[in-house]
């Protein structure tokens, strides 16, 4: 017998804190947000009708929806809040930990499905993996009796991502991810599987966290940002599983960075907050590198006086990192001036944000390539936006002189920004110069 339609309630009471003009802004919004998923969705007024008095949207649409509703929220909803599900258990089922690793990475060693991974529906809707779900989910991972691995393996795992993150550093995501992939599928994954101590095995799924945290990291590079959110994921729940904090942070504060590029503000608030409260024991670098995320995110959302409060403790946390002899870390001066320049730009002071750019840039080790050409265009773009063209064309020449050596998506967004830029001030015979040397290098990234 076919269940009677009960009206939608939970559904209701959303779209009324949503306070959209009507329903069919609300469908409007989600065909949007379809076509960045690669849906060609035709949703009207008259859907959500039908949704309000019980219907359901389909199984494969309805993320779609629940993104939307987050977005407009600001916070996650989940298909149970929504009136889309009976149970709150009801969700998609789990899979096996590594199986998943094995479907992600088949498919990013694939060339000819570069495409198909770019597709996708970047998600604030997502849920951060909880610790009772890793447990369950390690538990029932299947190992293989016939190997067995001791720490040679794990050592061989952190100094392979240790290698691929320099060629990162230097060359860009795009040259480097493929091969972190092959790595994950040949390697990785049969480590994970083998006969361990269990101090071994914790040490396992620490390094293949790290490993993906890099991959996404990679993937986020390349403007690939679903696959990026995809790896970030899978590096937190292995990061869970191993219990190790410090790459569970580092990754929630990489997706936080990743929100904040993608203009949602909010959700890299929720995501640096989160990072922040899963790390009570950190040290004084720790706590720099996750306030000055803080910082950024909360700029974004226009909190000056929280921005300002976070930016503070980390310029403290760092004075204490720094004053010790033997402080090392990938969270340095120069990436604290640049949560400085970023705040600073956020909150409307250009020529505050170009001086602490610029203070960044003379301090960064030589070695970050792709940074150095990220952020020389972006000084550039600062500095046109008060006045400063020249210096802005003398930045632009510098980046583009290392430009074809960075294989990187957020590399080639700058330098499409470049031009976006620079049209209204195209008559001059400087400006023209730089554009026809960036149109050369179209074949590089450049459009």
Not at 61 to 71: C, G
Not at 258 to 285: I, K, N, W
């Amino acid at each position: 017998m076919a269940r009677g339609r009960t009206a939608n309630l939970k559904l209701a009471h959303l779209l009324a804190e949503c306070r959209w003009r009507s329903n069919g802004e609300f469908a409007r919004a989600i065909n949007r947000a379809g076509t960045e998923g690669g849906f060609k969705l035709r949703y009207d007024e008259s859907a959500v009708s039908h949704w309000l008095s019980g219907t359901r949207p389909m199984a494969k649409y309805r993320k779609v929806v629940l993104e939307v509703l987050s977005r407009r929220l600001g916070r996650v909803v989940t298909a149970f809040e929504a009136g889309f599900v009976d149970r709150p258990d009801e969700e998609e089922p789990s899979v096996d930990m590594v199986e998943g690793l094995v479907d992600l990475g088949s498919a990013d060693m694939d060339p000819s499905r570069r495409g198909v991974l770019g597709a996708g529906l970047y998600s604030v809707a997502l849920t951060i993996p909880g610790w009772p779900d890793v447990v369950g989910r390690f538990e029932r991972l299947r190992s293989d009796p016939h190997s067995r691995i001791g720490m040679g393996e794990v050592e061989s795992v952190i100094a392979m991502t240790e290698r691929i993150s320099e060629i990162d550093d230097q060359f860009g995501g795009r040259s480097a991810r493929p091969m972190a992939a092959a790595f994950m599928v040949n390697n990785i994954v049969p480590y994970l599987r083998a006969t361990a101590s269990e101090e071994v095995r914790r040490a396992m799924l620490s390094a293949a966290a790290d490993h993906l945290y890099l991959s996404g990291y990679m993937a986020v590079d390349e403007r690939l940002d679903t696959l990026g959110q995809s790896y970030y994921t899978k590096a937190l729940e292995l990061a869970l599983a191993a219990g190790d904090h410090l790459t569970y942070c580092t990754t929630l504060r990489g997706m936080s960075v990743q929100a904040v590029e993608l203009g949602h503000g909010a959700e890299a608030v929720r995501l640096a907050e989160a990072a922040s409260s899963a790390s009570p024991q950190a040290g004084p670098r720790m706590r720099a590198f996750l306030a000055g995320q803080q910082a950024h995110s909360l700029a974004r959302t226009g909190d000056r006086a929280g921005a300002l409060a976070m930016l503070r403790a980390a310029e403290v946390a760092m004075e204490q990192a720094e004053s010790k002899a033997k402080a090392h870390g990938s969270y340095d001066p120069a990436s604290l001036a640049y949560h400085v320049a970023q705040v600073n730009h956020e909150l409307g002071d250009r020529e505050g944000a170009i001086r602490a750019l610029q203070r960044s840039e003379k301090v960064r080790p030589a070695v970050y390539r792709r940074a150095r050409v990220r952020h020389r265009a972006m000084l550039a773009e600062w500095q046109v936006e008060v006045g400063r063209v020249e210096e802005a064309l003398q930045n632009w020449h510098l980046a583009l002189d290392e430009y074809p050596q960075v294989q990187s998506g957020r590399a080639d967004d700058r330098f499409r920004a470049m031009v976006a830029v620079l049209r209204p001030h195209g008559r001059g015979a400087q400006v023209r110069e730089l554009l026809d040397r960036a149109r050369s290098m179209a074949g590089e990234g450049v459009g």
